[in-house]
């Protein structure tokens, strides 16, 4: 799908406002003299732009309750919000999820978290109750409610020349679908809280609101999502002892796997009634590994249906699950939802937050591989986070507070906006890893890089958690082309200072070193580099290489039968040598290889889910292909472009001659392989 391309400044040489960023003067980086007179510990940080991402599509956040509570403040806090997250000198956000509110019947009081009451956009007749749910009908316009969530449209139509991509998003039907009849889920949990016999009407629901939605503000929404964390036990209603409801305290439905299929199933044609061009969008599961589960789950026909993938990062393992089945599958992957404390109570200034924040986007970024990364929502209620909210010590949710219960009366001055520390370290990202450029492979794992849109330039982020100063390398010698004049300037934030630019540091032997100060973030510009250097890919044609297990410590052998595939001693013998050709020349990490052994020229191929070395006879299909994964450790996976399964050793085994098998991807040890180039 085509992506409009929006024109930021930020955060460059010429572009920082005394207004959000403090010490806007150029800050004199450290002598080499004085570096080493510290004595500091050291690290090199190698960007690699030979393993290279899809274009970036960018930062992203929900409007949800912010946006439902803010949206008919005063013009001049909704203003300097505004400024705080699309501006240029803020957050510089350019994606936005619209969440398509269920709504609680109209005689239900209230009861969820401020701003947690999303309108609904369908219109109840007189004297309806909860008791009343067969009475709406997607085809009658009197069923409908156009001017609702009149709050969270306001944020739409002020933010829509800043977004390049809309996304539309349900955290539960309305109830009248619901089992229980409350949005906030069912009365057990674990139960699918949406009633089966509703599927075609949520459906119609979410096709309808997305479809009025883009007529009324005249965008154009490029996906939806029906779910929102559905496979868990998250969501539930409690009753008081009058009946009436008292939690949960937001909107939730938990939908599993099987009833997922069936809302994908009827949302695809919905969307084609509605006349509205978005893909499907799925399943905004908690972490990787519930999404892994319910997706395998999945018919090829149901992910045939979903265009792009999005799943939250609140539990982290098996990101690289997810990052190696999106390859598989061929589908924009999304990070679409994550947020967080990362602190000991309420604090604008303490650095924990804000380096929990950057450490968490890089790791997303690192693991995940994702075309783009969303916050939950960057404003939080101030009262509820304060000391006394929803902990004793208050929280750090958010990086942006302010009162969701300011009036039409209140001005900046009663109804005052904090930023923390994260607002700052996340806009070390945002303002130098932009829409359209390329994230690359790294290896220091508190580090994230990428290449500019151009191809010209490139920028790296770094996170130093620790409390000591460190010398920061960075090592340039993977780019083809490093300029006589080529540079990296640092831009800190600190507990001193928010995005302070130092002096640029001239290029020397390809490597730049600045000290960076102890629990800081420093994103690195850099200036006159391109190309790829001649050796800096793993995998080159013509070359020969050994595969040798993480888990096991031995190497892909080829069998005395020379079919069947085994793991060996690495002894680099011609069994254990594979040659490699790209299949998909310039593809960037989706990039496809061929593997042939020197044996008898086999391709390593998957039949019946079994690697073997095939004779190279006819046609090449997608089953002797691979796409090969890192996180920048060293250590790869194979993915089968046929199968989607993994290259691993079964049942981990580690003894002499056990056999060479495929499987899902799990992030196994055992489906890491460390390549080695033995070419003579």
Same mark, same amino acid.
């Given at each position: 799908m085509a992506r409009r391309t929006r024109n930021r400044r930020l955060l460059t040489a010429a572009g920082l406002t005394a207004a959000l960023a403090t010490g806007a003067a150029l800050i004199p980086g450290p002598t080499s003299a004085a570096a080493r007179a510290a004595d500091l510990p050291s690290?090199?940080?190698?960007?690699?732009?030979?393993?290279?991402?899809?274009? +970036?599509? @960018?930062?992203?956040?929900?409007?949800?309750? +912010?946006?439902?509570?803010?949206?008919?403040?005063?013009? %001049?806090?909704?203003?300097?919000?505004?400024?705080?997250? +699309?501006?240029?000198? #803020?957050?510089?956000?350019?994606?936005?999820?619209?969440?398509?509110?269920?709504? &609680?019947a109209p005689d239900v009081k209230d009861y969820l978290r401020a701003g947690g009451a999303v309108e609904g956009w369908w219109k109840a007749p007189a004297g309806t109750t909860r008791e009343d749910t067969d009475?709406?009908?997607?085809?009658? =316009?009197?069923?409908?409610?156009?001017?609702?969530?009149?709050?969270?449209?306001?944020?739409?139509?002020?933010?829509?020349?800043?977004?390049?991509?809309?996304?539309?998003?349900?955290?539960?039907?309305?109830?009248?679908?619901?089992?229980?009849?409350?949005?906030? @889920?069912? +009365?057990?949990?674990?139960?699918?809280?949406?009633?089966?016999?509703?599927?075609?009407?949520?459906?119609?629901?979410?096709?309808?609101?997305? !479809?009025?939605?883009?007529?009324?503000?005249?965008?154009?929404?490029? $996906?939806?999502?029906?779910?929102?964390? =559905? &496979? $868990? &036990?998250?969501?539930?209603?409690?009753?008081?002892?009058?009946?009436?409801?008292?939690?949960?305290?937001?909107?939730?439905?938990?939908? #599993?796997?099987?009833?997922?299929? !069936?809302?994908?199933?009827a949302l695809a044609p919905a969307l084609k009634k509605a006349k509205t061009r978005a893909e499907i969008s799925a399943m905004d599961e908690t972490n990787p590994s519930v999404f892994a589960q319910n997706w395998n789950t999945y018919s090829p026909e149901t992910r045939d249906l979903v265009g792009q993938m999005n799943v939250h990062t609140y539990g982290t393992g098996q %990101?690289?699950?997810?990052?190696?089945?999106?390859?598989?599958?061929?589908?924009?992957? *999304?990070?679409?939802?994550?947020?967080?404390? *990362?602190?000991?109570?309420?604090?604008?200034?303490?650095?924990?937050? @804000?380096?929990?924040?950057?450490?968490?986007?890089?790791?997303?970024?690192?693991?995940?591989?994702? %075309?783009?990364?969303?916050?939950?929502q960057p404003v939080e209620d101030y009262d509820n986070m304060k000391p006394g909210g929803e902990s004793a010590k208050g929280g750090n949710w958010g990086e942006i507070q302010l009162p969701f219960g300011c009036t039409a009366e209140d001005t900046l001055e009663t109804c005052p906006i904090y930023t923390n520390t994260k607002f700052d370290t996340a806009r070390n990202f945002t303002h130098f890893i932009k829409p359209g450029d390329r994230l690359i492979k790294v290896d220091d794992t508190s580090s994230a890089a990428a290449v500019t849109r151009n191809g010209k330039g490139a920028s790296l982020v770094h996170v130093n958690s620790t409390t000591e100063a460190r010398n920061v390398t960075v090592d340039l010698s993977k780019f083809r082309h490093v300029s006589r004049n080529a540079t990296v300037t640092p831009v800190v934030t600190s507990a001193d200072g928010k995005l302070e630019r130092h002096r640029a540091v001239k290029v020397t032997d390809r490597a730049a070193t600045f000290a960076v100060p102890a629990q800081s973030v420093t994103s690195f510009e850099v200036k006159g580099v391109s190309g790829v250097a001649e050796d800096a890919p793993l995998l080159r044609k013509g070359h020969t290489y050994t595969l040798t297990g993480v888990q096991s410590g031995k190497a892909v052998t080829v069998a005395d039968d020379g079919t069947n595939l085994v793991i060996g001693t690495g002894d680099d013998s011609v069994s254990q040598q594979w040659r490699v050709s790209a299949v998909r020349p310039d593809d960037g990490v989706r990039e496809r290889y061929e593997f042939t052994s020197p044996v008898n020229g086999g391709r390593l191929t998957v039949r019946d889910d079994v690697p073997v070395a095939e004779p190279a006879t006819g046609k090449r299909d997608p089953a002797a292909e691979w796409i090969v994964s890192t996180t920048g450790d060293g250590t790869w996976t194979l993915v089968n472009?046929?199968?989607?399964?993994?290259?691993?050793?079964?049942?981990?085994?580690?003894?002499?001659?056990?056999?060479?098998? $495929?499987?899902?991807? &799990?992030?196994?040890?055992?489906? %890491?392989?460390?390549? $080695?180039?033995?070419?003579?």
């Open positions: 690290v090199t940080v190698r960007p690699d732009p030979s393993y290279q991402q899809e274009e +970036f599509e @960018g930062w992203g956040t929900s409007l949800v309750w +912010f946006a439902n509570a803010t949206g008919d403040y005063p013009p %001049r806090i909704r203003e300097k919000l505004a400024q705080l997250l +699309f501006g240029d000198d #803020g957050l510089a956000l350019n994606i936005a999820r619209y969440n398509v509110g269920g709504g &609680n009475w709406w009908d997607a085809e009658d =316009p009197a069923d409908w409610n156009d001017d609702a969530d009149a709050t969270q449209r306001w944020w739409v139509d002020r933010i829509k020349k800043d977004i390049t991509h809309w996304e539309t998003f349900s955290n539960s039907p309305p109830w009248f679908m619901t089992v229980s009849g409350y949005v906030s @889920g069912g +009365f057990d949990a674990t139960a699918d809280q949406l009633k089966t016999e509703s599927v075609d009407d949520f459906a119609a629901y979410l096709a309808g609101a997305t !479809k009025r939605l883009e007529k009324a503000h005249g965008i154009k929404v490029d $996906t939806v999502d029906p779910f929102n964390e =559905p &496979n $868990t &036990n998250y969501w539930s209603t409690r009753l008081g002892a009058d009946g009436e409801p008292v939690g949960g305290r937001q909107e939730g439905a938990h939908i #599993g796997p099987e009833l997922q299929e !069936k809302v994908l199933h %990101r690289t699950t997810v990052r190696d089945i999106a390859k598989a599958e061929d589908k924009r992957l *999304w990070m679409s939802e994550v947020e967080g404390d *990362w602190g000991d109570g309420q604090s604008f200034t303490d650095m924990r937050p @804000g380096l929990g924040l950057a450490q968490r986007i890089v790791d997303d970024l690192r693991e995940l591989e994702p %075309r783009a990364w969303v916050f939950w472009a046929a199968t989607g399964r993994l290259l691993e050793v079964g049942g981990q085994a580690t003894h002499e001659g056990a056999a060479v098998t $495929t499987w899902q991807p &799990n992030s196994g040890s055992n489906q %890491r392989w460390t390549v $080695t180039d033995v070419t003579d």
